[in-house]
């Protein structure tokens, strides 16, 4: 059975004070709810609050960004050693927006996400199409791309520490979401694109969530898509009764 796993992507909100107050508010609401992981990835300077008030819960944290490389002249960004360092098990890779707004490529998410898996931390991977690709007919070849792309060198026993987010560009903040539907034939195509690279059963072992305006209202008909094995959850991750709304629909 693939793992579902209920992910909070803070992007860049919540300071250490409200973070530590907002896992001592949501871990005894979470407690026991163990048919998903539950996972907070926050900004890097939130890390140690989160870490120490989620001790003792079943709460996992996660950071936003990861670099490629072990140490060097890289101002402001962090590697993976000083996350393992500090707590973390989980890293989001290639969100859109990184891609976006600070140049993150196909090729550097690679090695973002090798770096990560080398050094034992659980990679989040992010993959999805822009509103003019998906018109133009090419979201399947997009995302087996991007997958690909993102997955080259990994190994397949490293791939148990991936888990590769869909969540398509046009439906990430702008309140628009995708069907169920749409969402599980996103879905089904990056588990193609890893079963073409990997073989069936790491594809059917791998955990695909979706991303892209996942809330408290339609998180039930999203997760119970084949394909839709938890969310990466954005603006719903920073409200504790629609994060738990959600953590609940994947216990249900």
Not at 166 to 178: K, L, M, N
Request: charged fraction near 20%; charge should be negative; proline fraction near 2%.
């Amino acid at each position: 059975m693939r793992k579902t796993v209920i992910a909070g992507n803070w992007k860049m909100n919540m300071t250490p004070a409200k973070t530590a107050e907002f896992i001592k508010a949501l871990a005894p609401i979470v407690a026991g709810k163990d048919k998903c992981d539950i996972v907070l990835c926050v900004p890097a300077i939130d890390i140690p609050a989160a870490v120490e008030a989620a001790k003792g819960t079943n709460i996992k944290i996660g950071a936003e960004n990861v670099h490629f490389k072990a140490s060097g002249a890289y101002t402001g960004e962090i590697s993976a050693e000083m996350l393992t360092e500090a707590g973390v098990e989980y890293v989001v890779i290639g969100h859109s927006e990184r891609r976006q707004y600070f140049g993150e490529t196909d090729k550097t998410v690679n090695l973002r996400t090798l770096a990560a898996l080398n050094a034992g931390l659980k990679a989040i991977v992010c993959v999805g199409e822009t509103l003019e690709e998906r018109e133009l007919g090419y979201t399947e070849t997009l995302l087996k791309y991007q997958t690909k792309m993102a997955l080259t060198n990994v190994t397949a026993e490293q791939m148990k520490n991936v888990i590769v987010a869909y969540e398509p560009v046009w439906a990430i903040g702008t309140g628009v979401t995708a069907t169920a539907e749409q969402a599980d034939e996103g879905n089904g195509y990056v588990r193609a694109a890893i079963a073409e690279a990997f073989g069936a059963d790491v594809a059917e072992a791998t955990t695909v969530q979706y991303g892209g305006s996942m809330n408290d209202k339609n998180a039930a008909e999203l997760l119970a898509k084949t394909n839709v094995d938890g969310g990466l959850i954005g603006g719903a991750s920073l409200k504790t009764d629609a994060f738990t709304a959600i953590v609940d629909a994947a216990n249900a």
